[in-house]
């Protein structure tokens, strides 16, 4: 009913018609700023030198289409790196343009890598949205024992997507350093600050520690292999279980990240 409260804090900018039914449109909620990531731009003299007004790229135009901003809208742009830009968004009848206010840089944040057992790209991407969501430094999908090789390939050849769903989970998340994405076979050197996700039966509950690890691996929908599990125990990784019952790869790969903090 329109005389409900949240009927009447919500803002509306369209009208559509559905089955002869007169509908609103309700305006989609925005913050106080937008933030857009900002890819390397040609002939702009390095990305320090970013200043006055510019075009937009392509996928900053089509986050501001899709999000309705209009003229004089706040935003923060970013280029991954650390770099961010405060900036006005200016609006024409042909052209999205910023104008730079003022630059900023924030530190790198301490190392969180996810290495996780090679998976099917549309489980990659689940792992990639989440895991930039809270903060990974570094995500490498890796071939072990169990892992079917096609599909470290497979992933090779999704980079791309994989790097765009990265950015559009940072700009949702305010997160100014993008992850590093790699792909790795065979399975690299692990160390103290290592978790190893195992079995209960051979690992100690993820809780939070007084150390955190730079390390979290999970491994592949067949689990680590028993010459895999050897090696583990032999060096000094801690090896660590989700409490709980059997948890999917990606709802692994997140509730082990999570559980770091």
Request: aromatic residues 6%; glycine residues 6%; charged residues 20%.
């Amino acid at each position: 009913p329109f005389g409900s409260p949240s009927m009447a804090s919500t803002s509306f900018d369209k009208l559509r018609t559905v089955n002869g039914w007169l509908w609103f449109m309700p305006r989609p909620k925005r913050r106080s700023r937008t933030w857009l990531y900002l890819p390397p731009l040609p002939d702009s003299g390095g990305m320090e030198s970013l200043e006055g007004t510019f075009e937009l790229p392509k996928n900053c135009v089509n986050h501001c289409r899709a999000l309705r901003l209009s003229d004089g809208e706040s935003l923060l742009l970013f280029d991954g790196l650390g770099n961010l830009w405060d900036a006005t968004l200016v609006v024409s009848r042909k052209s999205f343009q910023a104008t730079i206010a003022k630059q900023h840089t924030l530190p790198r944040p301490s190392k969180l890598e996810l290495l996780v057992g090679a998976v099917q790209p549309s489980k990659a991407e689940v792992i990639v949205r989440s895991a930039t969501e809270l903060g990974a430094t570094e995500i490498v999908f890796a071939v072990s024992e169990h892992t079917e090789p096609r599909l470290i390939t497979d992933l090779r050849n999704k980079s791309a997507r994989l790097h765009s769903i990265a950015v559009s989970a940072a700009e949702q998340s305010e997160r100014a350093w993008l992850p590093n994405l790699s792909f790795l076979d065979p399975l690299p050197p692990c160390d103290s600050r290592t978790w190893i996700m195992a079995e209960r039966s051979t690992a100690e509950p993820a809780t939070s520690p007084t150390l955190q690890p730079t390390s979290v691996w999970v491994g592949p929908e067949g689990g680590w292999s028993a010459g895999e599990l050897a090696q583990f125990a032999q060096s000094e990784a801690s090896l660590k279980h989700i409490p709980g019952g059997v948890l999917r790869v990606e709802t692994a790969a997140i509730a082990a990240l999570a559980a770091t903090k």
